[in-house]
């Protein structure tokens, strides 16, 4: 083509290019006239012409770079904005669940720390009511100055109270080393009593009440229905209607002592007994030449409260003896026996039973 550029030679400086100047325009794209002396500029204009406006008009690369620019900030502006709306949309569906998110600037402030901030003296007050929803652990001690209420169950490993004012009350396990007061105790299984157990009020027992060892009853016992017992034993033993023994009544007791009467025994007679206060046997041996009279004298090792009825009984008198055996000087304290005519010698035997 003929409006090609002609190659130019190798050898051929480069010519300098000059910086464009850019000079002002009309609105009609003509170039403007050259400003006037600032002497001329000061001049009144022309009268009937109006002054005509510059305006520049920028290249298409400024003009992209612009627009490349604008699209920018409206694009860190969009995502600012969105963080913005994502934020507040989550604090309002924790405000309607029911949940606060405080910031950690927010708790530094008030000296909660996540971090281990050990004693710093920082103490936090919650004015309002406070729910935790959640779990909560407290690592030190927790002192409640108002009632502490609970919904559920109480589970302590180890707990210390003062004072427990509790209604229905579950315990798998309870160890008390002080004083205890209880209103009603139901136990529905054994109770073991290590040390001494006083009651003080009446006891009711609607079972068996089975004793193992020794039981010792400082008052009075009263049994309603059939007392039973392998072996009973009683210094004083008071019946106030009828005594009814299905077996023998064997009485015992220290012998009473016994002394010889006089002449009823003859010479070189004897006297002994076996038994107690209550019954016994005197043995009489009659010596040479015995003489109606006292035989014997019995004094009681413990006294009665009145003067006693005594039996007596001679044993062992062959039936060609013909006397009486009497009862002398009865006392609380002992008896006399005595014969109305002289014994043979030989060995002779009464009996006695003492009640009063």
Known sequence: MDNAPSPEPQNQVAETVEPEVLQPRAD???????AAPASQTAAAPEAGKRPRRRTYRPSHKATF???TVIVLILAVNAV???FVLKGNGKAADQLANGQVTISKG???KIGVNTSSIGDSGVVLVVGPNAQFNGKMTVAGDVNIGGQLKLNSKFIASDANLNQLEAGNTSLAQLNVSGNTTLSNLALRNGLAVTG???LQGPVTISQLLTVNNNLNVVGNVAVGGTFSTKTFSANSLTSTSTLT???????AGPAPSVGPGGAALGSNGTVSINGN???????????AGAASGTLANIAFRNQYGGVPRIIITPVNIPPSVTCSFYVISPSVGGF???????LPPGGFAVDYIVEQ
Do not use: R, Y
Not at 28 to 34: C, L, M, N, V
Not at 277 to 287: F, M, P
Not at 336 to 342: A, L, M, N, P, T
């Open 65 to 67: 770079i612009g627009l």
């Open 336 to 342: 006399g026996i005595e014969d109305s005519c002289g």
């Open 245 to 251: 023994v299905g077996g023998h009544i064997i009485t």
């Open 80 to 82: 600012i904005l969105g």
């Open 106 to 108: 927010v708790l530094n």
């Open 196 to 198: 001494s157990t006083q």
């Open 277 to 287: 206060d209550a019954a016994g046997t005197v043995a009489i041996n009659i010596g």
């Open 28 to 34: 009609d794209g003509t170039p403007a006239p050259e």
